[in-house]
Structure formats: structure tokens, C-alpha cells
């Protein structure tokens, strides 16, 4: 928190800078804790209630502590219209945590993700940031399972693939051809 409380103290005294100390607080600590509401407000000159409503209005700002596994359910249309739905309903039964909750002791939890473009892997969930799917109702409750029970899970089901920026690559070079588009051969 002294970090935070430090790297807090370089930017403005302006309201304007008030989302850019809440990604300061979750960089830094992994959360928005109300200790780090209340630095920022101080900081700022707003009122707790004021950070919060801000922190609480985007969903990427947690308000718990990071679980050491994370599981992340995705709520894009694609993944929601082939069950992912009911992927939720099977973690959160199975983790014993609702949507945005840690289970005991922060050994896991379920939060909200934004579709991030993986839906030939719908339904899926990332778990600690890796797209894992397509899943199954038996595969969900097999991967929940292995997550209570403290197992890695990051290389099952298999092809697990890792969200990355996108990067350009020069086709011709991969894929071969000449400039009239045949395939070499």
C-alpha cells in the first residue's frame, strides 16, 4: 500500500485523474481495496462514495483481492447463444461463488469478461487469462472440479491458446505464393 500511497502522490490533485488512480490502485495492488478508495480520494479532494461510484460502474476494476486462480466467464453474444449460460450456472455451483465472488480463502473465483474475439472457442472461459474451450457441460464440471481441488489447469482441455495483441506477420513469407496469388508448390 506504501507503493500505491507513493505513486499516488505524482499525479494531479485533479478530479480528471481519477480512472487513471484506480488503474494505478488494481496495477499496483491487484484490486481497488477501500483502503486505496479512501488514499484516492484524500489524493483528489472527492469523497469515498465518489471514487466508489466510479470503481464500482466500470467492470474491470475488482473489489476483492485477486484469486489465485481466476476464472473468467465470457458473456459475449457468441459464447452466451451455444450455452454459456449454463457454463456459469455449473461454476458457480461447482466453485461454490457467484459471478464476481472469490471462493475460500482467495484460492479462486469467477469474474465478468467482455467477448474477446475467441468465439470459434464458444462457449469458453479464460482461466488465470488463458481461452479454454470449446467446453462441454461434463467438460465445465471435470475443469471446476480439478480447480477446487488446486490442480493446474492451464493446459486442459488441450489447445488452450493465450490472449495476445495482435501481430502482423508477412503472408508471403508463411504461406508462400507469388504476387498473383498462387500457392507455391
Not at 469523497?47 to 460502474?57: I, K, Q, S
Request: aromatic residues 8%.
Amino acid at each position: 500500500m506504501e507503493r500505491f500511497a507513493g505513486l499516488l502522490q505524482q499525479l494531479p490533485r485533479s478530479k480528471g485523474e481519477l480512472l487513471r488512480a484506480l488503474h494505478l490502485a488494481q496495477e499496483q495492488l491487484g484490486w481497488v481495496s477501500k483502503d486505496a478508495i479512501r488514499l484516492i480520494g484524500r489524493h483528489l479532494r472527492m469523497t469515498d462514495a465518489e471514487v466508489y461510484g466510479a470503481a464500482t460502474f466500470y467492470a474491470e476494476f475488482r473489489h476483492s483481492p485477486p484469486p489465485k486462480t481466476l476464472v473468467t466467464w465470457c458473456s459475449g453474444p457468441s459464447c452466451r447463444v451455444v450455452g454459456g449460460d449454463r457454463l456459469r450456472r455449473i461454476l458457480e455451483v461447482e466453485l461454490g461463488c457467484q459471478l464476481g465472488e472469490n471462493g475460500p480463502d482467495d484460492e479462486w473465483g469467477m469474474w465478468l469478461g467482455q467477448c474477446n474475439g475467441t468465439c470459434e472457442r464458444a462457449p469458453m472461459i479464460w482461466v488465470n487469462g488463458r481461452v479454454v474451450g470449446p467446453l462441454t457441460m461434463v467438460e465445465t464440471v471435470k475443469l471446476a472440479r480439478r480447480i477446487r481441488a488446486g490442480e493446474d489447469v492451464v493446459e486442459w482441455p488441450q489447445r488452450p491458446i493465450k490472449i495476445a495483441p495482435a501481430t502482423f506477420v508477412d503472408a508471403e513469407a508463411v504461406y508462400g505464393g507469388d504476387e498473383h496469388g498462387e500457392g507455391a508448390g
